[in-house]
């Protein structure tokens, strides 16, 4: 059971289940936005995401297991914990669940060609793992699309269908909010995957993959990093003073938990040369994605009057 939940990533699928509920119960119902979606069908929403998402954790694991080997032998579950017959089934069955619930939603909310997105991105995640992620900053965007697109698919499965003459502009309103979440989680997502692949660079040469820290070497893709970072930083710092800046939480939130540390990360990455330091970046990015997410929590105080 404790190599099940580690091969489809159980903390990261809180975080998905997270994001999810966090945009239908604290964006959307406080302020009565009309929604395609009950209780139950959202469950199964969330469900068909995590069993996507669970499904490309897993293929990930069959195809990195000669790369986790050198790099960390604690990663290694398939072949070692699960075999790679087993594993192969998880994965075939998560991706048939999660693709035949998209399928149903779509269906449920007459709009049958949006299971089109389940499809694309379970063959996506697949794709990532066999091919795409060995060539230079292609699997990097694509994992980041893939994020972002867990926010964008709440907005096309709920908001999208109930779009009328009459809420026309409140309904984009709400879209265009989750757009710029979607944004946030692309950009760190991609910073942090570069991280990951300079972490990394020493398993990834061995198995052949053409990352940007093995064709430019780890000290330059350190430096790619830092001037990345001024990215999401300087975004976020328009964000808040065109937006937010009458709300002093909000303000005080923003800069202080999620472009504070981006702004460590920043000056780290400047200096960072050890696989220990890389790790401890990504885990700091990671964790900013996660309080990116939960400020959706203030928008309560921000919008009603």
């Known amino acids: 059971m404790i190599s099940f939940l580690k091969i489809i990533r159980w ?21 009565q936005v009309e929604t395609a979606l009950d209780d139950l069908s959202f469950s199964l929403f969330v469900l068909a995401t995590l069993c996507t998402a669970a499904a490309g954790y897993i293929i990930n694991d069959i195809y990195d297991v000669e790369t ?25 069955v998560l991706t048939v669940v999660g693709v035949g619930l998209g399928f149903y939603l779509a269906n449920l909310i007459s709009n049958s060609g949006f299971a089109a997105l389940f499809v694309v ?44 003459e009459t ?31 300079i972490e990394d660079i020493d398993g990834d040469f061995n198995v052949g993959m053409k990352t940007l820290p093995i064709l430019i070497g780890r000290e330059r893709a350190g430096k790619v990093v830092f001037f990345l970072l001024f990215i999401p930083i300087a975004g976020l710092i328009y964000y808040v003073s065109t937006y937010l800046y009458r709300h002093q939480i909000a303000v005080g939130y923003f800069l202080i ?24 970046i990504s885990q700091v990015l990671k964790l900013d994605m996660l309080l990116g997410i939960l400020s959706l929590l203030l928008y309560k105080f921000i919008l009603l009057p």
């Open 11 to 31: 903390k990261n699928l809180l975080i998905i289940a997270l994001v999810q509920y966090l945009i239908k119960y604290a964006l959307f119902e406080p302020f």
């Open 68 to 92: 986790d080997l050198i790099n960390d032998q604690k990663k290694v579950i398939v072949g070692k914990h699960i075999s790679k017959k087993s594993a192969n089934t998880l994965f075939i």
């Open 121 to 164: 991105v379970s063959a996506l995640l697949y794709v990532y793992s066999s091919y795409l992620k060995k060539m230079t900053l292609v699997g990097n965007i694509v994992i980041s699309l893939i994020v972002g697109m867990t926010i964008i698919m709440v907005g096309i499965f709920d908001l999208i269908p109930t779009i009328n």
């Open 167 to 197: 809420n026309q502009e409140t309904q984009l309103t709400y879209f265009k909010i989750l757009i710029d979440y979607a944004l946030f989680a692309f950009v760190i997502t991609f910073i942090r995957e570069m991280a990951k692949d």
């Open 257 to 280: 938990f999620i472009t504070g540390p981006l702004i460590y990360c920043c000056v780290k990455s400047f200096t960072a040369t050890s696989k220990k330091e890389w790790h401890h």
